[in-house]
């Protein structure tokens, strides 16, 4: 139950955490800051728990549950950040598709776009605060009930990963539905990329209104496409969300950290570095000191453990984030994995690799 103050997104409590926030903008730290994303999901058995038997949607539909499931993983670790629990895909539905959570399956869009006389369908002008609210309020809620601790991470998908959803009607191997658009209708492609810019661009503002104190747009397909599309139909994309949604905060006086991740985007770190994020996330197929190198210190890194290392035994963790650690350097590093935490994973050592990346980068900073 919401008491009136939760509901207000001011008078949060004074953060005592910065760490994460420095090193987003490559500022001293006394340790390198980590969190993982999906760090709150299905590897604990408490989310597990709180999920049992509830539609996924609903459930990001809930303010409260979204507040339960986002503080979850900070009562088992020290984590430097919190990221809100939700989804990339409430942004098509708040463009009027209709998306559901199969068993077994993942995200389903019963009725996917085939055509480009489809793209009629959908929202032009969605009004955010109406169709995503309960973000904002999970947002709210969450800044209240994490006392500080942590900086909370607000996110969004970006326009590319989202348009091939809305063309595959869920998740794909080749994304060759998606990818014929580009190639047979680029002028209906750019249409819906500029459609979802529009409505990314006001969701992540409103995600700061409501309290959130970092954010990060998650081009999970980047992969998928060449070194040519990935210029033409995500980039500049990615460059015109980070302008506009620094533009706007500037004249409110407001200053949030960016990060950017495309994952498999290896073509484009260069172009990446210069879009305007303060942060660029990789995923684990980069090697660190290479990316330090191409990425020419404009922006702090995030990433980039291989998820599947949290099956090894917990002394070889430490020995991989310590490797890791020496490649990135201790100044304008976020650690996190290359990807989210599977499901199958062990909560123990989510902990080994946080206090791996805590333990040694504090040992690293001291030498310096």
Same mark, same amino acid.
């Given at each position: ?74 009562? !088992? ?43 009629? !369908? ?12 309960? $973000? ?49 209708? =680029? ?48 980039? =500049? ?7 506009? $949604? ?9 200053? $949030? ?112």
């Amino acid at each position: 139950i919401f008491t009136d103050e939760l509901i207000f997104p001011k008078d949060f409590p004074q953060l005592k955490n910065d760490t994460f926030l420095r090193a987003a903008r490559g500022e001293e730290t006394e340790h390198v800051p980590v969190w993982c994303m999906r760090q709150a999901g299905r590897y604990l058995p408490e989310f597990r728990e709180s999920r049992a038997g509830k539609d996924f949607f609903e459930t990001c539909q809930s303010p409260e549950a979204c507040c339960e499931l986002t503080l979850q993983p900070l009562r !088992r670790f020290p984590f430097d950040a919190a990221i809100i629990f939700s989804d990339i895909l409430v942004v098509p539905q708040a463009m009027g598709m209709d998306v559901q959570m199969v068993a077994g399956k993942g995200p389903t869009f019963p009725e996917p776009l085939k055509e480009p006389e489809d793209l009629q !369908r959908l929202q032009v002008k969605v009004d955010t605060d109406k169709e995503l609210g309960y $973000v904002f309020r999970a947002i709210t809620l969450t800044r209240h009930k994490i006392e500080g601790k942590v900086p909370l991470i607000g996110f969004s998908g970006a326009p590319w990963t989202l348009m091939s959803y809305m063309i595959e009607g869920g998740g794909s191997n080749t994304h060759s539905k998606a990818k014929r658009w580009l190639y047979q209708h =680029p002028e209906a492609s750019h249409m819906l990329l500029k459609m979802l810019t529009d409505v990314i661009v006001e969701y992540l503002l409103g995600q700061v209104a409501a309290g959130a104190q970092a954010l990060q747009v998650f081009e999970s397909h980047a992969g998928i496409l060449g070194p040519a599309e990935f210029k033409e139909f995500s980039l =500049p994309y990615l460059r015109d969300i980070a302008c506009r $949604v620094k533009d706007k905060l500037k004249e409110a006086g407001q200053d $949030v950290p960016m990060i950017v991740f495309a994952k498999d985007a290896h073509y484009a770190l260069e172009e990446l570095s210069q879009s305007n994020y303060e942060v660029v996330g990789l995923d684990w197929t980069i090697d660190p000191l290479s990316a330090r190198e191409r990425t020419g210190g404009k922006v702090s890194l995030q990433g980039n453990m291989d998820p599947c290392a949290l099956y090894a035994p917990k002394e070889r963790i430490s020995d991989i984030v310590k490797k890791m650690l020496e490649g990135f350097g201790t100044r304008g590093y976020i650690a996190n994995l290359g990807h989210g935490v599977y499901p199958d994973m062990e909560p123990e050592n989510i902990g080994a690799f946080v206090e791996a990346v805590h333990q040694h980068s504090k040992q690293m900073i001291k030498q310096i």
